[in-house]
């Protein structure tokens, strides 16, 4: 099975700062990496799918890249909005099906 | 708009069966695009992936709950269900049905339920 180790598992910074979060898969998963924003009570939500691509709707401070095994999330201007934690989740199918999410990072603000 | 919504049970006894069902309105789940799957979360933990159904019925399995897992389709409902036997309070968690688009090989969890409590206990 695939591991994904998502660091740090919580930061607090203030609003406007930079941040930027990574995850590293135990093995290369190509860009099959998304990343996913969970507020507290509610259902996570997608942001960025195949490493680098925003999805529809989602606002261009939040960013992600990287292939391969090392993967970054970044936020550019964090917003009060923002308070959330943020997973990573791979998705592999060689030579076996595997779907695994990182430990999540908690964003608060400073 | 897709949307789903999960239901069932919120309390389950240790060594029975939990059943969720989940409801898919805004599109079909017979469309051949997307998986359906089923997920979890522990109360204060992270997310972990248990299975999911193509419209056609074909399965996959988190393979550490693989021996304890179904997932079952109805079309003409437009809705799939979620079965896990033999329950302990390690099961209780948020469970949340959600919707994998296809993206080339890659396949992001695009709509999300709500999410359900379901608590193990006597």
């Known amino acids: 099975d695939i591991q994904m180790t998502q660091s740090p598992s919580s930061l607090s910074a203030s609003v406007g700062d930079r941040v930027t979060i990574t995850c590293q898969a135990s093995?290369?998963?190509?860009?099959?990496l998304n990343w996913y924003q969970q507020k507290p009570g509610k259902a996570p939500k997608l942001l960025i799918y195949?490493?680098?691509n925003l999805e529809t709707g989602v606002p261009s401070r939040f960013s992600g890249s990287g292939s391969g095994t090392d993967f970054t999330f970044t936020i550019s201007s964090l917003q009060p909005e923002d308070i959330a934690t943020y997973y990573c989740?791979?998705?592999?199918?060689?030579?076996?099906?595997?779907?695994?999410f990182g430990g999540g990072t908690k964003v608060e603000i400073k | 708009q897709v949307q789903l919504q999960e239901s069932g049970p919120g309390l389950v006894k240790p060594s029975q069966t939990l059943s969720l069902t989940c409801t898919v309105s805004?599109?079909?789940?017979?469309?051949?695009?997307?998986?359906w799957s089923w997920i979890r979360q522990p109360p204060g933990k992270g997310l972990e992936w248990i299975g999911y159904?193509?419209?056609?019925?074909?399965?996959y399995y988190n393979p550490s709950l693989k021996s304890r897992v179904t997932i079952s389709v109805d079309t003409s409902k437009n809705q799939f269900s979620l079965k896990l036997s033999s329950v302990t309070a390690a099961d209780t968690a948020v469970y949340y049905c959600?919707?994998?688009?296809?993206?080339?090989?890659?396949?992001?969890?695009?709509?999300w339920g709500q999410g359900t409590l379901v608590t193990v206990s006597s």
């Open positions: 195949d490493a680098s």
């Open positions: 805004g599109g079909s789940i017979s469309s051949g695009d997307y998986y």
């Open positions: 959600a919707r994998q688009r296809r993206d080339g090989y890659n396949y992001p969890f695009d709509y």
């Open positions: 093995q290369d998963i190509s860009n099959y």
């Open positions: 159904i193509y419209y056609s019925g074909s399965t």
């Open positions: 989740q791979q998705y592999d199918n060689l030579p076996l099906l595997s779907i695994t």
